[in-house]
């Protein structure tokens, strides 16, 4: 079990953090309207938003950026040097076999498929509208279920990854996915997990997120994958 980040690849964007914020005490009934500036109308809409984003739908993945991706479509420049690193730091041969557990729309499968045809490819996620709208190619290996009873054999894959999902369920679900992560591994596994190191990471992350149940430091996750025997590699999502 290694803290390691092996996302350096991946492209940082840049998140409207206060704006989500907002959003987010507004719904909470935090914040008065006029500190807000919106009309009770328009709170009651983001209200009903930031619960429909919860199931993980349209609403999540492409439509406003304060209460999702704000659109998720495939772009080379996410993936392409990422599946790159895992392979050669995993020492992946060109027919491994590769889980993603909370795949979205197939696009880290995707870019492990273009580089290394023969590499077999399983995907799985909650949501159906992310199936419904995954990259063509890959809908034939992707599953639509939950992280904490994953449909496969024990020690099915050479590695599997989960990029910031475990931590959207309740500790209880978050453990037991943990758990299925450890069971269907052969030998890899790597996730990233929300966190924060100190107190203005700390204050970042809550404003930002959204669907998270399942936060904490730094430390308060390594104890956790400790007791619960996972010996996978982890990293960490802190928002900046």
């Not at 269907?184 to 107190?199: M, S």
């Amino acid at each position: 079990m290694a803290e390691i980040n092996l996302m350096d690849c991946y492209p940082r964007s840049s998140r409207p953090i206060e704006e989500r914020g907002m959003r987010k005490l507004a719904r909470s009934g935090w914040l008065p309207k006029w500190e807000v500036d919106r009309t009770n109308e328009d709170i009651l809409i983001e209200q009903k938003l930031l619960d429909v984003v919860r199931n993980f739908g349209k609403e999540y993945f492409d439509v406003d950026r304060l209460y999702g991706y704000g659109g998720y479509y495939y772009d080379p420049k996410f993936w392409t040097g990422t599946v790159k690193r895992f392979r050669q730091y995993y020492n992946l041969s060109p027919n491994a076999s590769i889980l993603d557990v909370g795949c979205a729309k197939g696009f880290l499968l995707h870019d492990f498929k273009v580089f290394w045809p023969q590499m077999s490819v399983s995907g799985i996620d909650i949501s159906q509208y992310a199936y419904d709208h995954a990259i063509e190619d890959m809908k034939s290996f992707i599953a639509v279920g939950t992280a904490k009873a994953l449909p496969y054999a024990d020690k099915s894959f050479d590695l599997v990854v989960s990029i910031n999902t475990v931590d959207h369920l309740s500790l209880s679900d978050c453990i037991d996915a943990i758990r299925e992560i450890e069971r269907v591994k052969k030998q890899n596994a790597f996730l990233t997990v929300n966190a924060w190191r100190n107190d203005e990471e700390k204050e970042k992350l809550l404003k930002w997120n959204i669907t998270a149940k399942t936060v904490m430091h730094v430390d308060d996750w390594k104890k956790l994958f400790l007791e619960i025997g996972y010996t996978g590699d982890y990293w960490w999502f802190i928002t900046d």
